[in-house]
């Protein structure tokens, strides 16, 4: 499956950004997705995942009442809204699929998209 990552973009702190992650080649329903950042100089880290059905859903600690995982399976699209935002938000975010249940785990992974940046200003 091919993921494209999109709707990154600059916003204010405190501002909400939606992105969007497009999956094509594969059955999108078959697939757990999960979304992940990476920061310059640091570790990609994980933000959230959603379950092939739609449920159940994890997030990062630092994430949960900020950030919404959703799936449309109709539209191959699994989404990241993000409200509240602060600077230390700013990353590359991935989308991430695998075959498997939905983990925090990178390597659980098998197909990632491109990133998409995000950047939170002051």
């Known amino acids: 499956v091919q993921l494209q990552a999109y709707g990154g973009g600059l916003v204010q702190a405190g501002g909400s950004l939606g992105l969007s992650c497009a999956a094509s080649?594969?059955?999108?329903?078959?697939?757990?997705m999960g979304w992940f950042r990476q920061a310059p100089g640091k570790e990609r880290e994980y933000v959230a995942a959603?379950?092939?059905?739609?449920?159940?859903?994890n997030y990062a600690n630092s994430m949960k009442g900020r950030f919404t995982i959703f799936r449309d399976n109709a539209k191959n699209t699994v989404y990241l809204q993000m409200n509240s935002l602060k600077p230390e938000d700013t990353a590359v975010y991935y989308c991430?699929?695998?075959?498997?249940?939905?983990?925090?785990?990178?390597?659980?992974?098998?197909?990632w998209g491109q990133g998409t940046q995000v950047t939170v200003s002051q």
């Open positions: 959603i379950n092939w059905r739609g449920g159940p859903i």
């Open positions: 991430a699929a695998t075959r498997g249940s939905y983990s925090a785990y990178a390597a659980s992974y098998e197909y």
């Open positions: 080649g594969g059955t999108f329903s078959s697939y757990s």
